[in-house]
């Protein structure tokens, strides 16, 4: 979600409850947002815990990770589809390696991804 549009939402459930019900309005609107963040914190603990415990740059299958990966996918969406920490190849590149020796590698900017690669384990070379 834009972050832009959970402080609209944030902010109009502040002053819609406010304006409806008073004070008792902002303090149920904030139980809400308070509520929602927690959500968030504990999904994004739940993804790191796995990420962690998993062997670093390691994920099952290369080319299916590169099947499902798009422009514009966040880190903490990465990291749910691999199951693992990549290898940190350069200023924010990662690379995840599967049992057979396909790697795919992804270049990140600003916690977004932009561009990756797989790599296949027989010739060397980026597939298209």
Same mark, same amino acid.
């Given at each position: 979600m834009n972050p832009w549009l959970g402080v609209g939402l944030a902010l109009a459930a502040l002053l819609g409850g406010g304006a409806l019900l008073g004070w008792q309005g902002?303090?149920? &609107? /904030?139980?809400?947002?308070?509520?929602? *963040? =927690? =959500?968030? !914190? $504990?999904?994004? /603990?739940?993804?790191? @815990? *796995?990420?962690? $415990?998993?062997?670093?740059? $390691? *994920?099952?299958? &290369?080319? /299916? =990770?590169?099947? @499902? =990966?798009? &422009?514009? !996918?966040?880190?903490?969406? *990465?990291?749910?589809l691999t199951r693992s920490l990549g290898i940190k190849q350069g200023k924010d590149a990662y690379r995840w390696q599967d049992g057979a020796g396909d790697a795919v590698e992804v270049q990140l900017a600003k916690g977004r991804l932009v561009s990756w690669q797989l790599r296949r384990a027989q010739d060397g070379e980026p597939a298209p």
């Open positions: 902002v303090v149920f &609107a /904030m139980t809400g947002i308070v509520f929602w *963040l =927690l =959500l968030q !914190m $504990s999904r994004l /603990m739940r993804i790191m @815990k *796995l990420a962690g $415990s998993a062997p670093m740059g $390691s *994920l099952d299958n &290369a080319v /299916m =990770l590169n099947a @499902k =990966l798009h &422009a514009g !996918m966040r880190l903490v969406d *990465l990291l749910q």
